[in-house]
């Protein structure tokens, strides 16, 4: 890193859900875990690991401003249906080495906030999610 402005800031941050932008997203996170099992190993003191399998997860932080996600995941929970969703994730600060854009496939939220409020609270809601794959569509390289 040259200079600190080189760091990206999520103020660039945008994201799309089946291609239509939310706009009213304030934070976003996905990540992989590994799901490993011990293996203990004769001649070390050390167990080590072994990865098995891997899980995507992640949330979503919206300001409540309309009923989009009770409509786009709920209406479809109370019909007993599991909806799966593409998110398209970008960071693109004009400071930065360049621009991330990463799709992120068969979402599925794990929940719907039906009422979360507060007096003198900004409304926001929490949507968490798992996912199996993703694709880097831009990187940032220096």
Known sequence: MDKASRVISGTWGKLWLD??????????????????????????????????STEGTGSLGIYKTTSFMSIKVGDALEKGQDPRFTLISELNDPDAYGAERVAIYNVSF???????????????????FTWTSREFLDKIEV
């Open 110 to 128: 794990d929940d719907e906030t039906i009422a979360d409020w507060e007096a003198g609270v900004m409304g926001k809601t929490e949507h968490p």
């Open 19 to 52: 291609g239509a932008v939310v706009a009213d997203v304030y934070k976003m996170q996905a990540k992989r875990t590994a799901n490993k099992e011990k293996v203990p190993r004769c001649g070390q003191m050390a167990v080590d690991t072994k990865t098995m």
